[in-house]
């Protein structure tokens, strides 16, 4: 029997020995194949379930297909959609943007990735814009930690956006729009009281200090580490020489005939002050030991592509761009670094299109498509080996940054950004504060506080290089 669901997909397996009515549309179960958008497809039994490998999905159906080992990932370009899947993970993501998640995880021998026959049609039949994940991700994890500062760790099932605010000196809020499996924080530290409220699949959490604290957070997989350092303390920092002299590419963002944001008040172009600030940054560095390449020293225009490549080119061992950031709103202010990955956030998705766009200039207006930017992105990006030093490199970056200007942490974040989708070596982007808040743009123009921006990245970069 041939089952109806929706569009080109029917699905009928064949078991060896017995038939089943399985209701999932209408399935039934024979004998060791499946047919799937009008393909036969062999499956085998894994873990006990009828399963088909991905590698034969991708064969049968002439799909692209490509494998990470160091991520166990695999991807599928299938019917004009991208479905990323994980060994032993239960979360399949489309598109980028959005995960289906599974009752059961996908499977995995140490070769092959196993999808259970059953969860074919929840996989392939249902359009993301159709799912809403947020029901089903939870917060599975709160812990707080150390005295002074002290540290919460919130981490979830799945990519979380969390939303931190600072009520008062005495009190911090932490939001998030998925449920919560953990109803109660055990108290430590400078924390003096913590509740858990969930309501509607929203948490929020309610923290309460003994005395006035700071606050910093930086973004962790699948989570947010929040720490709480209380003021008027000076922690007892030990520097070590750099461990290790480096070969060190700095990109000052745009230039030329691609100006960059351009501040609402003062008319600042990011392109220029990027560069004044990678200079500053470059003497810094060399300071270090380092050695130290720019890919622009004036104001030109240099094409994306060619800032990587000339970056692989010189074999450098990091590569930092930087950039000045802006919102159509003027409320967004504070420092945030980003490093090349998959969007969680919405924002961050609106942050890579922006800097992106300077592509018009290098293959013409007419063909620049930001969707195809992106899935071509997105098609590279889990090749990337150097995807968790890069995320390393940018929290140190991001702390040492956040603290030297004291602008607001924003913390860390990922997205497809195109000047660092070939880099050979850990990378990445900057983004030293808003030119379209008139306050941070006033700052920005002054030549102190580009100063400590690059006073801030050279000292996240010897702490990086430190903890190697």
């Known amino acids: 029997m041939i089952c109806r669901i929706i569009r080109d997909f029917t699905l009928r397996v064949k078991l060896r020995r017995v038939s089943a ?12 194949t499946v047919t799937f958008a009008g393909k036969t497809l062999s499956t085998v039994t894994y873990a006990g379930k009828e399963s088909v490998t991905l590698i034969e999905v991708a064969s049968k159906t002439g799909s692209r297909h490509a494998w990470v080992a160091e991520k166990k990932k695999g991807v599928l370009v299938y019917n004009s959609h991208t479905y990323v899947f994980t060994a032993n993970n239960r979360t399949v993501v489309i598109d980028n943007e959005v995960g289906i998640h599974l009752p059961e995880p996908i499977g995995w021998d140490g070769t092959n990735l196993y999808v259970p026959v059953m969860m074919l049609k929840r996989i392939f039949s249902v359009e993301p814009s159709d799912l809403n994940p947020s029901e089903e991700i939870k917060i599975e994890k709160i812990i707080l930690s150390g005295t002074d500062p002290t540290t919460i760790q919130i981490l979830a099932s799945s990519g979380v956006t969390f939303k931190v605010t600072e009520k008062s000196t005495t009190n911090v809020q932490i939001k998030a729009d998925v449920g919560s499996a953990v109803k109660e924080i055990k108290l430590a530290g400078l924390v003096s ?28 997989p699948n989570g947010v580490e929040v720490s709480f350092k209380s003021k008027g303390t000076t922690p007892v920092v030990t520097q070590k020489p750099v461990n290790k002299k480096m070969v060190i590419v700095i990109d000052a963002g745009h230039g030329g005939k691609a100006p960059g944001a351009i501040g609402k008040r003062y008319g600042t172009h990011e392109a220029d002050v990027a560069l004044d600030t990678s200079k500053r940054l470059k003497k810094l560095l060399e300071a270090q030991g380092h050695t130290v390449y720019m890919t622009r020293t004036t104001d030109k225009y240099v094409p994306l592509q060619s800032r990587t490549k000339f970056a692989n080119a010189k074999k450098a061992d990091l590569f930092i761009s930087i950039h000045y950031n802006a919102n159509n709103s003027s409320s967004p202010n504070g420092f945030e670094t980003y490093f090349l990955g998959s969007h969680r956030l919405e924002y961050a998705k609106n942050v890579a299109l922006r800097e992106n766009a300077s592509l018009k200039y290098d293959i013409g207006e007419n063909a620049y498509d930001p969707d195809a930017i992106f899935n071509d992105i997105i098609a590279t990006l889990l090749t990337n080996r150097f995807q968790r030093e890069s995320e390393e490199l940018a929290g140190f970056i991001q702390d040492a940054s956040a603290a030297k200007t ?10 497809g950004f195109y000047v660092l989708k070939g880099c050979s070596m850990p990378a990445v982007l900057v983004e030293g504060g808003f030119l379209s808040n008139s306050t941070e743009e006033g700052k920005i123009r002054q030549a102190s506080y580009r100063q400590k921006v690059a006073e801030g990245i050279a000292s996240g970069v010897r702490k990086y290089i430190n903890s190697l």
């Open 21 to 32: 009515l399985i209701l999932v549309g209408i399935i039934i179960l024979q004998a060791g």
């Open 193 to 220: 009281s913590a509740t858990v409220t969930n309501n509607s699949n929203k948490t929020t959490i309610e923290l309460k200090f003994t005395k006035d604290v700071t606050v910093t957070s930086k973004g962790v």
């Open 406 to 415: 004291g602008f607001k942490n924003r913390g860390l974040n990922q997205a």
